[in-house]
């Protein structure tokens, strides 16, 4: 009852052994829905609300089930990126149909912001600069993903802007090449990302606890369900679904107006935390 709406929805219909995970899995999504959301932790840094959340269980352990939070929070979002998309595609198809001719069609510059994890490092700064500053997000239902597509030289470079990107209110990252053909800026990084696999995945995913990466991250580990009934999730209400719909609304509203245009950064104090947080941090040290 202590928690937030919209987090508190989802966790009142997850099973008793998901109720953690289910938490954390909603904070990469509500801090991209919020991204102009800045606070001020307790070293007096400004903060944006940046998010990387690993959901670690076995195989058939139910963990998936946590994608219907992405999927019911994001479904207007991923609506306006499709249409970017189609913007994008169409121009390709017109650039192909005159390519012949002396004056070229310009660019379009959609805001991409759902975007799946095997992305390119071009690509991922492209939308990055195209997003004006507001956060990306990608959900990985296996974090193998992360892996398979981030090999060798590409995988360091990822890593960089995952740290990067959880460093306050994101720290600035870019590349400069002089082939036309990469794409070449410097902006800040702000990305979100939620992913979900096995224990093996993710050790694969994090080989080195000292490169800075994994304590950026928030871990949570599913409780085995091996020998357990299969966990039951109860149906959203009409009325959850009402206050989830609201409280989306008004995060993307603190982001963008009705024309697309990206809104000044909206600042919150967070005073009336920093006591109980610092309590917090105490405890943990003495443990």
């Not at 959900?139 to 590409?154: M, R």
Request: proline share 6%; charged share 25%; hydrophobic share 35%.
């Amino acid at each position: 009852e202590h928690l937030p709406p919209l987090i508190r929805e989802f966790v009142d219909t997850a099973p008793d052994d998901f109720k953690a995970a289910t938490a954390l899995a909603c904070l990469p999504v509500c801090g991209f829905l919020g991204s102009r959301l800045r606070a001020r932790y307790i070293d007096g840094e400004l903060q944006a609300p940046s998010f990387i959340v690993n959901v670690i269980a076995p195989a058939a352990s139910g963990k998936g089930s946590l994608l219907r939070i992405p999927d019911i929070c994001l479904e207007r979002v991923r609506k306006m990126d499709d249409l970017g998309r189609e913007e994008e595609a169409e121009y390709q198809r017109q650039t192909k149909l005159k390519k012949n001719e002396k004056k070229q069609l310009e660019e379009p510059q959609p805001i991409v912001r759902d975007i799946p994890a095997k992305v390119s490092v071009a690509q991922l700064l492209k939308r990055m600069v195209q997003a004006q500053g507001l956060h990306l997000i990608s959900i990985s239902p296996e974090a193998d993903t992360l892996t398979n597509s981030n090999k060798s030289g590409a995988w360091a470079q990822k890593s960089d802007i995952y740290r990067i990107a959880m460093d306050n209110d994101g720290g600035r990252y870019g590349q400069d090449y002089k082939s036309d053909v990469s794409f070449s800026a410097t902006c800040q990084m702000r990305y979100n990302l939620l992913t979900l696999g096995t224990p093996g995945a993710f050790a694969r995913a994090y080989p080195d606890v000292e490169d800075g990466l994994v304590t950026r991250c928030i871990m949570v580990e599913l409780p085995s369900q091996f020998g357990k009934p299969m966990p039951v999730r109860k149906e959203l209400t009409s009325r959850q679904m009402q206050v989830i719909q609201k409280k989306v609304n008004a995060l993307m509203a603190l982001c963008q107006d009705e024309a697309g245009n990206v809104m000044p950064e909206h600042h919150l104090s967070l005073n009336w935390l920093c006591g109980g947080m610092s309590q917090w941090i105490g405890e943990q040290r003495m443990q």
